[in-house]
């Protein structure tokens, strides 16, 4: 806390451009109406088909590969963040260093240690978000697992199976969701850099990530062929 008075306007606007963009994205993306025609909320359907298709089968060795497929990426991820994390947790013990090695770059405004310390926070909090979405992904989708694994065997049009596969669609699109809020936090931590920069910088990559974000999640390939008529 002893940090904030160093941050000029300038800094305070740019973080609430940055946290404003990451928060109203997840809003739009997971709450608004506008945001159910995107890829997150148009896999479900699929993760729903799937819990059918699975229900009908006797073998579920194709779903339980499907399944370990996917918490090998998760898992990935979780991994990973856990190096960035240690990287910048250690680069706030070199702080002192940072700012004598930046401090002839006319591009780089680090400032004193304070400040370069809060910058970093910011970062190292976002990837810190990222891994605790992962982990938490991670373990729901070996609750799924544990689903398919006591799963019924027939076909939708009993009660019994349909109400099951929305079970079973609903623990794989809780995982999925956070996993998408982890990698969210990736592209956001990564705005958050920008802001070693300079403060316009952060508010600029912020929007960037936003831009990236909707194109992919609303104007992709990807999206076309999910929703492409059969």
């Known amino acids: 806390m002893h940090a904030l008075p160093h941050l000029a ?5 740019s973080l609430l451009v940055f946290f404003s963009c990451w928060s109203g994205y997840a809003w739009f993306s997971e709450r608004s109406a506008l945001g159910q025609q995107g890829l997150i909320r148009t896999s479900q359907a699929f993760r ?21 497929n996917l918490m090998t990426s998760v898992s990935f991820y979780a991994n990973t963040t856990i190096y960035i ?10 702080a002192d260093k940072l700012i004598s090695a930046t401090s002839d770059l006319p591009f780089i405004a680090t400032g004193n240690r304070e400040l370069l310390e809060i910058k970093l926070m910011l970062v190292l909090a976002s990837f810190v978000f990222a891994y605790f979405k992962f982990t938490w992904s ?5 609750l799924l697992s544990i689903l398919v694994g006591a799963a019924p065997q027939g076909c939708k049009s009993e009660p019994a199976i349909d109400a099951y596969a929305k079970r079973v669609a609903g623990a794989n699109n809780l995982a999925g969701d956070d996993f998408n809020r ?21 508010a600029a990559f912020a929007a960037w990530v ?15 062929i999910l929703r492409q008529a059969d």
């Open 138 to 142: 991670l373990r729901q989708f070996n």
């Open 210 to 224: 936003t831009l990236i974000l909707y194109q992919r999640d609303y104007r992709s390939a990807a999206l076309a």
């Open 48 to 68: 729903l088909e799937w819990a059918y298709r699975m229900l009908e089968r006797d073998v579920r060795v194709t779903d339980s590969t499907l399944i370990g």
């Open 9 to 13: 306007t300038v800094d305070w606007l």
């Open 182 to 202: 982890g990698i969210r936090a990736y592209y956001f931590g990564l705005a958050a850099s920008g802001w070693l920069l300079h403060p316009y910088v952060l």
């Open 85 to 94: 994390i240690a990287g910048l947790v250690a680069a706030l013990g070199a």
